[in-house]
């Protein structure tokens, strides 16, 4: 049983583009719900995180949406760039930190 | 400045031996985890602990073991390595109740 399924499983994008990473989830328990972003050779590093008491978070270039009554999630890229290709994974979280990751997303951002 | 190390960055084992990877935190904290990375499979929880003393079982922890002796260290341990244990390993930690976890870099496995 997967509990957060991830889409699409790669991704490319032309240079000022947006990228659009779609997240769903099933377990209602889960309270905190980050994207992390890795780069070849590196493990992930988180990138942006939500809570469902909000519906959008906007850091820079990157956007979080949320919709609670779907269960689904989204990472919005704007002005997409080639330094952001990379994969991202979304997670959800619930039990003190204990993650559950989609399968990631791997997106080429072409110059 | 803290960090996390997990060594060795690369192993090549054969079957049937056991082999442990190396976790070192110096950011102090409580929870430690265990993932592995397949293609098309994300990162699944393998074990992980929330102190000393503390080990949980994750949804892949088949022919793996830990322990937690300190704070800082988590080791992975498999038993007697299979084929299919061939994977990218990484260990992570959080702070407290907090949820955001800091990777190490990994350790790609290959068991022949």
């Known amino acids: 049983q997967q509990q957060v399924k991830q889409s699409p499983q790669s991704l490319i994008v032309q240079k000022g583009g947006i990228s659009i990473i779609n997240c769903a989830y099933e377990?209602?328990?889960?309270?905190?719900f980050p994207w992390y972003q890795q780069f070849p050779g590196k493990g992930p590093a988180l990138l942006i995180a939500i809570r469902p008491d909000v519906s959008e978070k906007k850091e820079g270039r990157f956007t979080i949406s949320f919709n609670k009554s779907a269960k689904q999630f989204s990472l919005h890229i704007m002005d997409s760039q080639p330094g952001d290709s990379a994969t991202y994974f979304c997670?959800?979280?619930?039990?003190?930190?204990?993650?559950?990751f989609g399968d990631g997303t791997t997106l080429t951002v072409k110059p | 400045d803290a960090e996390i190390t997990q060594s060795p960055r690369h192993k090549i084992t054969e079957t049937g031996r056991q082999v442990t990877l190396a976790c070192h935190q110096t950011w102090n904290h409580n929870n430690m985890f265990w993932y592995r990375q397949d293609l098309g499979h994300g990162l699944r929880l393998i074990h992980y602990s929330y102190g000393v003393q503390d080990t949980n079982k994750g949804e892949v922890s088949d022919g793996y073991s830990v322990s937690r002796s300190n704070t800082e260290d988590l080791p992975l341990t498999l038993e007697s390595a299979a084929s299919s244990q061939t994977s990218v390993y990484f260990c992570?930690?959080?702070?407290?109740?907090?949820?955001?976890?800091?990777f190490g870099s990994g350790t790609q496995l290959s068991v022949l």
């Open positions: 377990n209602t328990a889960f309270d905190y």
């Open positions: 997670a959800a979280v619930a039990n003190a930190g204990k993650s559950t």
């Open positions: 992570a930690s959080s702070e407290g109740a907090a949820e955001k976890l800091f």
